[in-house]
């Protein structure tokens, strides 16, 4: 995620994805025009890049020209098309290729075909890096479209917010959606990981589980999982950096999430200030921290019955179980204080059925979804 101005933009097309379209669009325009001499009519300020890298995968003799329109304001169209550099005059009998970075309701495009018809061109054909159908309501045929995409502000590649983003080499979209970031905590046998899973499907949310995430990159033998392996054989603890990595690697692999639940992280008021600037760093932040609270001896009886089940030694002694509970105490009451601080902290009664305990926590979620509409 990046920020510009007061907008956070999410990724979506790499710049290799780009640079694949544009060649593609490139030699199609060469096999069409190879017996000529064509004239590439570049729009300013946004096609500049389109027009540079669509150049460079022309193998054919052309000529380049550019004139300069505008109709933005922000994040919307005017509706008014101003003429800011005319188009050249020695394009009579020449075939010329008008070179947009996008097109969405074609405003600037009727002014461009308009401005053309007045040079006496012998004819003309129009490209565009992307196109939005769904708003695109003009009488002129696009002869050459890179790619087709939904009707959402994008930044990047030549286009820009306010000025801002034409430099970047990938394409973001607009993030126009409400996030929900949550950190869960548990007592063992609390129930964390049946209420992630519900509560995921529930609100389109990405579990993140640190144990998980550890396990997957050491097993895979990433930089990262060879890192933190390094210092698990020293008994050493891994540092927060490596984690931290490891949490952003996966936000990465899901820029379309609606949010996420961080399970097992934080675990220190250091790892939780870590996780404040990871995220706002991506235009995100923290909403809500949840903990499902339940009594001791009830979590006892819950795990010694599970290690029956599942084999584990530490949920088959008592002393043991007692002890992970002291030691999760003591680490989350400095937590508790660093999100009561935030106004972030929620405590959910973790004893019942399931669905009730869903329930509980719902009632949380929607209200954090309420008030960020």
């Given at each position: 995620?990046?920020?510009?101005?007061?907008?956070?933009?999410?990724?979506?097309?790499?710049?290799?994805?780009?640079?694949?379209?544009?060649?593609?669009?490139?030699?199609?325009?060469?096999?069409?025009?190879?017996?000529?001499?064509?004239?590439?009519?570049?729009?300013?300020?946004?096609?500049?890049?389109?027009?540079?890298?669509?150049?460079?995968h022309y193998?054919?003799?052309c000529?380049?020209?550019?004139?300069?329109?505008?109709?933005?304001?922000?994040?919307?169209?005017?509706?008014?098309?101003?003429t800011?550099?005319?188009?050249?005059?020695?394009?009579?009998?020449?075939?010329?290729?008008?070179?947009?970075?996008?097109?969405?309701?074609?405003?600037?495009?009727?002014?461009?075909?308009?401005?053309?018809?007045?040079?006496?061109?012998?004819?003309?054909?129009?490209?565009?890096?992307?196109?939005?159908?769904?708003?695109?309501?003009?009488?002129?045929?696009?002869?050459?479209?890179?790619?087709?995409i939904?009707?959402k502000?994008?930044?990047?590649?030549?286009?820009?917010?306010?000025?801002?983003?034409?430099?970047?080499?990938?394409?973001?979209q607009?993030?126009?959606?409400?996030?929900?970031?949550?950190?869960?905590?548990?007592?063992?046998g609390?129930?964390?990981?049946?209420?992630?899973t519900?509560?995921?499907?529930?609100y389109?949310l990405?579990?993140?589980?640190?144990?998980?995430?550890?396990?997957?990159?050491?097993?895979?033998?990433?930089?990262?999982?060879?890192?933190?392996?390094?210092?698990?054989?020293?008994?050493?603890?891994?540092?927060?950096?490596?984690?931290?990595?490891?949490?952003?690697?996966?936000?990465?692999?899901?820029?379309?999430?609606?949010?996420?639940?961080?399970?097992?992280?934080?675990?220190?008021?250091?790892?939780?200030?870590?996780?404040?600037?990871?995220?706002?760093?991506?235009?995100?932040?923290?909403?809500?921290?949840?903990?499902?609270?339940?009594?001791?001896?009830?979590?006892?009886?819950?795990?010694?019955?599970?290690?029956?089940?599942?084999?584990?030694?530490?949920?088959?002694d008592?002393?043991?179980?007692?002890?992970?509970?002291?030691?999760?105490?003591?680490?989350?009451?400095?937590?508790?204080?660093?999100?009561?601080?935030q106004?972030?902290?929620?405590?959910?009664?973790?004893?019942?059925?399931?669905?009730?305990?869903?329930?509980?926590?719902?009632?949380?979620?929607?209200?954090?979804?309420?008030?960020?509409?």
């Amino acid at each position: 995620m990046i920020r510009l101005k007061d907008k956070y933009f999410k990724p979506y097309l790499t710049e290799d994805k780009v640079q694949e379209i544009v060649k593609k669009v490139a030699l199609r325009i060469a096999e069409d025009h190879k017996d000529e001499v064509p004239v590439f009519v570049g729009v300013l300020n946004g096609s500049f890049m389109f027009v540079a890298d669509l150049l460079k995968h022309y193998p054919y003799p052309c000529e380049v020209a550019f004139v300069k329109l505008a109709s933005y304001a922000g994040l919307t169209s005017t509706g008014l098309v101003q003429t800011l550099l005319d188009m050249p005059e020695d394009l009579e009998g020449r075939t010329v290729l008008i070179v947009e970075d996008i097109i969405d309701t074609g405003k600037t495009l009727e002014k461009l075909v308009d401005m053309l018809e007045q040079t006496n061109v012998k004819k003309y054909k129009i490209v565009s890096l992307l196109l939005k159908p769904e708003v695109y309501n003009g009488d002129y045929d696009i002869d050459y479209v890179g790619l087709e995409i939904p009707n959402k502000f994008v930044v990047g590649y030549g286009l820009d917010y306010d000025e801002l983003g034409r430099n970047l080499q990938e394409i973001y979209q607009l993030n126009d959606t409400d996030m929900i970031n949550l950190v869960l905590f548990g007592k063992p046998g609390a129930g964390k990981g049946t209420q992630a899973t519900f509560l995921k499907e529930k609100y389109n949310l990405v579990h993140i589980s640190t144990g998980d995430l550890f396990r997957y990159n050491i097993k895979n033998g990433t930089d990262l999982g060879n890192e933190a392996k390094s210092y698990i054989d020293q008994g050493q603890l891994v540092p927060d950096a490596v984690t931290i990595g490891m949490l952003e690697a996966e936000v990465d692999k899901n820029p379309n999430a609606q949010g996420f639940i961080f399970d097992g992280f934080p675990r220190t008021t250091a790892q939780a200030e870590a996780l404040d600037t990871f995220l706002e760093g991506k235009g995100m932040k923290i909403d809500a921290t949840i903990a499902l609270e339940a009594d001791n001896d009830i979590l006892t009886a819950r795990l010694l019955e599970r290690g029956k089940v599942s084999g584990r030694t530490d949920d088959q002694d008592e002393t043991k179980i007692r002890a992970r509970f002291e030691e999760y105490t003591q680490k989350t009451a400095p937590l508790q204080e660093f999100y009561t601080a935030q106004d972030k902290f929620h405590s959910v009664d973790g004893i019942g059925a399931i669905e009730e305990i869903t329930g509980r926590l719902a009632v949380i979620i929607d209200g954090l979804v309420a008030v960020n509409k």
